[in-house]
Nanobody, 124 residues
Framework: QVHLVESGGGLVQTGGSLRLSCAAS????????MGWFRQSPGTKREFVAA????????HYSDSVKGRFTISRDNAKTTMTLQMNSLNPEDTAVYYC?????????????????WGQGTQVTVSS
C-alpha cells in the first residue's frame, strides 16, 4: 500500500508563499487521484485541492482558487501544492491524500490513504 509523507510546511508572513510536497513510498501514484485537505484547531478537515490521475483535471476550493496550484510529477511519485498570497486564514495542518479513483474526489471519505500532515502558519 502507498505511504504518504508531506513536507514543506513552516512559518510565513502574510502575502508569502510556501510549497508543500507529498512523497509516496511503497507504491507509485500512477493509479491514484490525489488531494490536499487542511484542518485548523477546532474545525473540521476541509478540502483544498485535488488532481486527477492524469494530472489534467484539477479542482480547488473557492477559498484558495487563484492562489494555490496543485501538480504532480510525470513519474507519479510526488505531488505538490504551491501556495501564494498566503493569509492567516490559511493557517492549518495540511494533509495529502490518495484515492484509487478515475475521477477527482472532493470529499474526505473518498480518500483511502492519508499522510501525517504538515503545519502551515501564516503570521499577520
Amino acid at each position: 500500500q502507498v505511504h504518504l509523507v508531506e513536507s514543506g510546511g513552516g512559518l510565513v508572513q502574510t502575502g508569502g508563499s510556501l510549497r508543500l510536497s507529498c512523497a509516496a513510498s511503497g507504491s507509485t501514484l500512477m493509479s491514484y487521484a490525489m488531494g490536499w485537505f487542511r484542518q485548523s484547531p477546532g474545525t473540521k478537515r476541509e478540502f483544498v485541492a485535488a488532481i486527477s490521475v492524469s494530472g489534467i483535471t484539477t479542482h480547488y476550493s473557492d477559498s484558495v482558487k487563484g492562489r494555490f496550484t496543485i501538480s504532480r510529477d510525470n513519474a507519479k511519485t510526488t505531488m505538490t501544492l504551491q501556495m501564494n498570497s498566503l493569509n492567516p486564514e490559511d493557517t492549518a495542518v495540511y494533509y495529502c491524500a490518495a484515492a484509487q479513483s478515475d475521477y477527482v474526489p472532493l470529499l474526505e471519505w473518498e480518500y483511502d490513504v492519508w499522510g501525517q500532515g504538515t503545519q502551515v502558519t501564516v503570521s499577520s
